[in-house]
């Protein structure tokens, strides 16, 4: 029998939390917000008001859970960090999102390996009021369950990756940001929309399923969805079929494009082709 596995939850012990810490946290959020309007989607700033606590420092988690409970039914749980895959996906199956209860040091602003309590709160918590954005995150929880019994959890992560985590929408006023990894990082948040270095193509769930990732550079390519309830009906699908049709297929670098892509946007690759090693901003 399973032994039944520790869900990684710990208290947050907000109190614990030291004056220099939420001031690193307050420093961030003023970063970042300044840098997001005209490009962040309008449903993420939407969702960013809704959670006004976030402004004075680090939030207290239930007093989120109270605002964020009753938009979604989503609440967030403290943990140490990363938690293992089968873990982390059962958290989202049951509309729990595990936050890290740490926050940077302030040497580490500009660069972070893992993500912290800013990035998961400010990055990602605005999009679990969504309540479209709500039904994927939890369908992709089951769909990762799933995909852990079937070996498929490296296709998977690319769609966390390309969607929750580094996604682009289109909106009437153009291109805007949903992406947790990119409103929640100083650099990445120009690069995505203004540079021409990155293409910008056209959602396709087998290309991204196919398409890697680099953890520690800006993205060479943004795919773009026209909609959340887009992102919902495609994790109603089964994937088994799609998973099996993939093993025929070989996986795709990032910056190359297919002749089957739809492009918004031909990027000219020049941020990758300067070898210059880009920290990453989580
Ligand atoms: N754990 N706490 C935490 N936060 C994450 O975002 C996270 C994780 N474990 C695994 C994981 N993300 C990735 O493998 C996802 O692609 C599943
Ligand atoms: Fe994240």
Redesign the pocket.
């Known amino acids: 029998m399973l032994i039944a596995r520790d869900d990684y939850v710990i208290a947050q012990d907000w109190q614990a939390y030291r004056p220099a810490e939420h001031h690193t946290w307050r420093r961030l959020v003023a970063r970042q917000r300044s840098r997001l309007p005209g490009r962040a989607a309008p449903d993420f700033l939407a969702g960013l008001d809704a959670l006004a606590i976030l402004d004075g420092g680090i939030p207290d988690f239930d007093r989120l859970n109270d605002i964020l409970g009753k938009a979604t039914g989503w609440r967030i749980v403290a943990?140490p960090?990363?938690?293992p895959?089968d873990v982390?996906f059962a958290h989202l199956a049951n509309r729990r999102f595990?936050v890290?209860r740490f926050i940077r040091t302030p040497e580490q602003m500009d660069y972070l390996e893992e993500?912290d309590v800013f990035h998961d709160i400010f990055g990602h918590v605005p999009m679990l009021m969504n309540p479209n954005f709500a039904d994927y995150m939890q369908a992709y929880g089951e769909g990762?369950q799933k995909a852990l019994g079937l070996g498929a959890l490296k296709q998977l992560?690319r769609l966390?990756?390309y969607t929750v985590e580094f996604g682009l929408i289109e909106t009437a006023a153009g291109l805007r940001i949903y992406g947790a990894g990119i409103v929640s990082s100083a650099g990445e948040v120009e690069f995505a929309l203004d540079s021409a270095s990155p293409h910008r193509i056209r959602f396709d769930l087998k290309r991204v399923l196919r398409t890697e990732y680099k953890i520690d550079d800006f993205q060479a390519n943004y795919f773009v969805i026209g909609d959340y309830r887009e992102l919902f009906d495609l994790a109603q699908q089964d994937f088994t079929p799609i998973y099996r049709a993939l093993e025929n297929t070989s996986d795709i670098n990032p910056g190359r494009l297919l002749p089957a892509d739809e492009l918004l946007q031909r990027g000219s690759g020049k941020h990758h082709a300067s070898s210059r090693f880009t920290k990453r901003i989580l």
């Open positions: 943990v960090g990363l938690v895959d982390f595990p890290a993500p990762g992560s966390y990756w």
